[in-house]
């Protein structure tokens, strides 16, 4: 249950951080987005 509830909240995190990657960026954030998006 734990698992799934860490896989459900990067998922989540991961999904709604795409619209905000160009601003993490542009400010020097680390996020799953970014780093998802980089090897996909």
Same mark, same amino acid.
């Given at each position: 249950m734990w $698992? /799934?509830?860490l896989a459900w909240q990067? /998922?989540?995190d991961t999904t709604y951080g795409y619209v905000d990657v160009r601003d993490d960026?542009? $400010?020097g954030l680390k996020s799953t987005a970014i $780093?998802?998006?980089a090897h996909g």
């Open positions: $698992l /799934g509830a990067i /998922g989540y960026k542009r $400010l $780093l998802f998006g």
